[in-house]
């Protein structure tokens, strides 16, 4: 049986793009002999599993992607886009079928509790090829505002967000949709708490750059992260699209351990 709840189901045109071009550019993914891509829970439409192998083919021609959602009535939906390169099935956390080398569960995980998010993860990981990753997190109706964890059998790595810079009032807007596992931990002593707060801080402080543009502006707010402890990862041309990246240590839970 498949494991996991059905979810709402939402879905729309290109909600998830910034996950997507997030995937295209993982190492993982660019170098994999068998780049099989799996869409966990797509909702009520094929939209994102089509739009995910359209965008991955620029990079990889090859990719497969295969969409996978736990309520049968919308498996046999999608299966009526199906096309060369992207089918569908059914499924949950159990990933049925060829081992992907990358997994992207976007807007599963929010309506389980906290505690069972590690479970999640660890029966999706399980099911990756050698040196896959999974992609799990959450956007905004309109994919303006995401962010994700990318996680492999050594553990979650990386805390990403992304952003839509033009007319971003706070950064910390991404709070309302941080991954399951950090979204109730943005409070006093917890390490996403001060991610968002020097965020907001830095943003305020460069405020003067958004003249020349917004993606200057928050290039100078990573920057400054950066200078000042922060584990930021990657590069500026990351950074323009209104990325933040930094490592999973640096925002985990207090008291959280990968076992």
Known sequence: MPIGHVTRGTTGTNRLRRVDRWIAQLPAFTKAEHPLVVDLGYGASATTSLELHQRLSKTRPDVEVVGIEIEPERVRIANERARPGVSFRLGGFEVPGERPIVIRALNVLRQYDEGQVDDAWRRMIGRLQPGGVLVEGTCNEVGRIASWVDATTDGP???????????????????????????????????????????????????????????????????????????VLGAARRWRLGELTVTWDAVAPVGYRWK
């Open 157 to 231: 790595q990386t805390l990403t967000i992304s952003l839509r810079l033009a007319g971003l009032d706070q950064p910390s807007i991404v709070a309302e949709r941080l991954p399951k596992v950090l979204i109730h931990r943005n409070v006093p002593g917890e390490r996403i708490h001060e991610l968002m707060k020097d965020l907001d801080r830095w943003w305020a402080v460069h405020s003067g750059l958004g003249v020349y543009s917004p993606a200057q502006r928050w290039v100078a707010v990573v920057q400054s992260l950066k200078q000042s402890g922060w584990p």
